[in-house]
Structure formats: C-alpha cells, structure tokens
C-alpha cells in the first residue's frame, strides 16, 4: 500500500462518514445492546519507518506534523494515538491514529459538517424505545430518530399499547385507540412499529369487509324494472342479481353509473389503488368469463392495472383458479385516439410527475403507453382522464376485444 497523510480536515471527513454509519450501533452499546463501538482513523497510513518518510518527502512530513501539532492544542481532549518512526537515526514518536467516542466524534465533525445526529436527542429515544419494552437494535434506532417529533411520540405510545394488548383482532386500524396514530401513520411507519414491537398489528386486526358499488348494465334486467345500482359486501349474506359473464371495473363514478346497456355486465366501481385488496377474492368476479379493467391513461392507472391484474394472477383463498384481466382503451393506440384530451397537469395545476416504476404485468400495447405518458423525458401530456372518453365508446370497445359467448 502506498503510504499517505492525513491532515486534521483529512481525518474529520473520515471520522464524518464513520460517525453517520456507526452512531446507532455505538449508541445502541451504551445500553447493553451490541458490542462497544469506537471510531478511529488511521493519520498515516503506510508511513511506519523512516524510508517511507523519505519517499513522501521531508518537508510534507513536517508540515504535516505541525498540523497535528496545531490540532492537539486547539483539541486537548481528543485522543491521538502516538507510535514511533526512526527518522535519519533518530526515534521519536509521532501521532498515528485518532481515537474517540461517539461524543467526541459528533463535536469534531459538527464543527465543519453538518450534524449527522443529534446525540442527545438519539441517547433519549433509545432511553425511552427501551423502558416501553421495545425491540432496540442499530437499524429500529436510526429509524425512529428519522421520525419527526410528533410520530416518534405515536410510536412509543403504539409499543406501549400493544405490549398491554396482546391481541388487536377486535378493532380495525382506524379503531385503534392509540393516540394520535390514524390510518396513514400506520400506512407509513407501520414496518418501523413492526420491527420495533415485535409484532405486526397490521396483520392483528380486523379486517374491513370490502364493499363494491357496481351497476347493473344486462338489458334484460334493466327491462326488469329492479334496482340497476347496488352495493355488495363481502361475507354478508345477499348476492348480485345475476352472474355475470363480463365484469368491467372503472375508476370513474360516473363512468359506472352511466355505462351503456351491455348483456351479461356488471360495472364495479374500483376503488383506486385499493382495487387489487378490494376486488381480487370477490368470488362472483373470479367466476365470470372475463375481467375488464379500465382506468385513466396515467402513471396511475396503469399502475392499478398492473396491481390488478398481478392480484389475479394468483389462486383464489377459496381455491378459485387465476383469473386474466384485459384492459380497455389502454393502450398505444388509444393513446393517440384520444390524444386531445391528454393534459400535463393535475386538477389543482400542479405539473404531473413522471413514474420511474417498471410495471412488470402490462401487455407490450400497454407498455408502450405507459411509457410514453410516464416518461422522465418530454411527452405532450401525462394524463387522458376516463370520463373524457364517450361511454359509447368503451361499450362498443367492450364488445370488440372479447370473443364471443358460446354458443
């Protein structure tokens, strides 16, 4: 190894980055969990003798020893290990490495560099995950110290009350009585609280029953005079009018509730990025010949497609088989059709963002409209929204990509 020197900025930047990777194991030690941790740096590493001495040159070498020199004396509290070097037949002893605690550490390198952690703040989140019976590790405490205040004290509150209930099957995740957590803290953190808790309460409590709202669109039942739109739920005890032979699912409310007549249709309302949870396990969907996914041309809609159409993919938990789904003015071609109605932004005027995510269950025609909207490069719009498409439209396009029933 070719020998070098550390100048005191040199060896901080060092200490810096050792600092960022190590503060939660070293933090973590203090409190009986792990091994101690110290943070060293090598000052001159490879220049053990004298000839190594020469080949950096005398005059680099004495310039470097002043530095250190200067650092020992602005820094007295500061450990620099010293070890001897015979240089021109004469032995001294010279600085070698630079030794701290986790203290020390953060107060050098906080002088020149931002923190990269508040100690004292850390020291007390591990004081408080421990005395809640928490799980605490390197990873669970650097985790919680990236919380913001407020959710770091949902979490600690959460731990408590799950090691005081051991079992959460009698509330849903909005009925959980811890305060200040809701729904989209635990869509948030809950891995944290998991990882923390030693439990996942996501999968403890109970789940909400899926409710679709659909439309009946069969023109003979239409012609009936019974209730076109209605509302399912699953485990209850009541069942669709009729079994389906085509299921269409659209994101859009109105597109549901005005979808033109078709046989043997029923038009379920989506849900948006819930549809693959909400309408996979629905057994009178997995029974029906074919599945019709339609949503908006966006990031977003090919997105849940995607999602859906994976969900499918799998058995039923009743066994039921998987079950493909086709989409509907989806793809490239549709893209260009109705390009007039594309727009770059959302309702609010905010710019749409591109999506970097490879969807992996969009067909080749799907794909390439996805790419095309969802780009990072330039694109004439990133949005066709549903209900700009006439209904007309999708229902003689509904018609176009299934085959026909037998006979």
């Known amino acids: 190894m070719t020998g070098h020197l550390l100048t005191p900025s040199d060896a901080i930047e060092k200490l810096h980055r050792q600092v960022e990777r190590k503060w939660p194991a070293s933090i973590c030690a203090d409190f009986g969990a792990g091994d101690p941790v110290t943070f060293s740096v090598p000052l001159r590493p490879g220049v053990s003798t004298g000839t190594a001495v020469a080949r950096i040159g005398y005059a680099a070498w004495h310039e470097w020893h002043m530095h250190w020199r200067e650092f020992t004396d602005r820094h007295p509290d500061v450990q620099i290990v010293r070890k001897p070097v015979s240089i021109q037949g004469v032995k001294a002893e010279y600085p070698a490495t630079l030794v701290a605690d986790l203290d020390t550490a953060a107060a050098l390198v906080s002088a020149t560099n931002p923190p990269p952690v508040d100690v004292a703040r850390a020291r007390a989140l591990a004081s408080s995950l421990l005395l809640t019976g928490a799980i605490l590790t390197p990873a669970t405490l650097r985790a919680t110290c990236q919380l913001q205040t407020d959710d770091a004290e949902v979490l600690l509150s959460a731990v408590t009350w799950l090691r005081r209930n051991p079992d959460a099957s009698a509330w849903t995740a909005r009925q959980l009585p811890v305060p200040g957590m809701h729904t989209k803290w635990l869509d948030t953190h809950g891995a944290l609280l998991r990882d923390v808790a030693g439990r996942d309460v996501r999968d403890e409590v109970r789940a909400r029953p899926a409710v679709l709202h659909l439309t009946y669109a069969d023109p003979e039942h239409a012609a009936s005079g019974r209730r076109r739109h209605d509302a399912w739920t699953t485990g209850d005890t009541h069942d669709v009018a009729y079994r389906p032979r085509i299921v269409l699912v659209v994101e859009n409310r109105d597109s549901r509730l005005w979808f033109p007549l078709v046989p043997d249709t029923i038009v379920v309302e989506g849900g948006g990025k819930a549809a693959a949870a909400r309408l996979a396990n629905v057994p009178w969907l997995r029974a029906a010949d074919h599945v019709v996914y339609w949503g908006d041309m966006d990031a977003d809609g090919y997105t849940i497609l995607n ?12 066994g ?46 799907e794909t390439a409209a996805y790419n095309t909207i969802a780009t990072a490069g330039p694109t004439p ?6 209900e700009a498409i006439p209904l007309t439209d999708a229902a003689i396009r509904l018609l176009d990509v299934l085959p026909e029933s037998p006979s």
């Open 307 to 318: 999602g859906f159409r994976a969900a499918l993919a799998e058995p039923a938990p009743d």
């Open 320 to 365: 039921a088989p998987p079950k493909p789904v086709t989409s509907l003015l989806m793809d490239m071609t549709d893209l260009h059709r109705y390009a007039a109605h594309g727009v770059y932004h959302d309702k609010s005027g905010r710019p749409l963002k591109p999506s970097p995510t490879a969807l992996s269950h969009l067909t080749e025609a």
């Open 381 to 386: 719009f990133r949005r066709i929204e549903q």
